[in-house]
């Protein structure tokens, strides 16, 4: 089985190390997928810098007659939006923390420990994956008032950190590795938590940063949930609730608006470039079953 999967991996690098029109109209055709996906990012970098009265010009432009650096500062000015990114990363860092746990020993269980109905709970599991969102709203925030978590740091932090997804990745990689160095492990007298600390987790660094990141993004970006379970914005309000502050009877301050949301995606730009190389092995080892 191993050669057969040796041989392939050669072809794919013999492809990707060879020239040629093909190559060429690959690179071609990624590079313009990418442009595609920059250009609203250009575009909203660009709103962020032009005066007010030059956002909306037709035809549209990318630089304003003047660069105004200054909205950034206006935009903290605006609103309390030192308070919302510590209350976004406050958020982010304490669920991610809580997910990574919960995941990596539901992910343990489910991939190397035996007991009675753990394929059909597993399956049960996943299942929750495919109910939405919107459909859990009223019934969460039924419980938030019944723990009395309503405009609390826990209600925006437990309800979402114990879900299927991270279970269902870290598993993947479970079961990747080798069970003859469990069996090693069994035999020189450790427990099932000696070699979960000891032989799962350092093995399973790059899958445990790409949840990690997954987390972490979903944490920041969160905005439907926040807006139903927070009441008092300004003490305990993120960093997409506190886009929404831009938005008056007056109307919109979009460069305003704009020079925020691009300082709100810097957090999750910096986290992807940091975990870039985790990041890749960790989607091509997490895809694969194993035993």
Same mark, same amino acid.
């Given at each position: ?28 055709l990624l590079l313009a997928v990418a442009l595609l996906f920059i250009a ?90 495919i109910v939405p969102q919107e459909v859990l709203i009223v019934p969460m ?71 990690? +990141? ?14 139903i379970v927070i009441d008092n914005v300004n003490l305990r309000g993120t ?17 305003? +608006? +704009? ?33």
């Amino acid at each position: 089985m191993t050669e057969p999967r040796t041989q392939a991996r050669r072809r794919a690098a013999d492809l990707l190390r060879g020239t040629g029109p093909r190559r060429v109209v690959s690179h071609l055709l990624l590079l313009a997928v990418a442009l595609l996906f920059i250009a609203p990012l250009l575009y909203a970098l660009g709103t962020s810098l032009k005066p007010q009265d030059e956002v909306f010009t037709a035809p549209p432009t990318l630089i304003g007659s003047e660069v105004r650096w200054n909205n950034y500062v206006e935009a903290f000015q605006f609103a309390p939006f030192a308070r919302y990114f510590f209350n976004s990363f406050l958020v982010a860092i304490l669920g991610t923390a809580v997910v990574v746990a919960a995941s990596s020993l539901s992910a343990y269980a489910f991939a190397r420990l035996r007991f009675p109905g753990r394929d059909k709970l597993f399956v049960l599991f996943l299942g929750t994956l495919i109910v939405p969102q919107e459909v859990l709203i009223v019934p969460m925030y039924w419980l938030m008032q019944v723990l009395g978590w309503v405009d609390s740091y826990q209600a925006l932090i437990l309800p979402f950190a114990f879900t299927a997804f991270g279970t269902f990745l870290l598993r993947q990689f479970f079961l990747t590795v080798p069970a003859e160095l469990v069996d090693s492990a069994r035999v020189d007298g450790a427990g099932p938590f000696d070699i979960f600390f000891r032989v799962m987790l350092p093995l399973s660094r790059p899958a445990l940063a790409v949840l990690a +990141m997954f987390t972490f993004i979903a944490y920041w970006g969160s905005f439907l949930w926040p807006l139903i379970v927070i009441d008092n914005v300004n003490l305990r309000g993120t960093v997409p609730l506190g886009l929404t502050s831009f938005m008056s009877q007056q109307g919109t301050q979009w460069h305003l +608006m +704009m020079a925020a949301a691009v300082l709100a995606m810097l957090p999750s730009v910096l986290l992807v470039v940091l975990l870039q190389k985790n990041l890749v092995r960790g989607l091509l080892t997490t895809g694969f079953g194993g035993r």
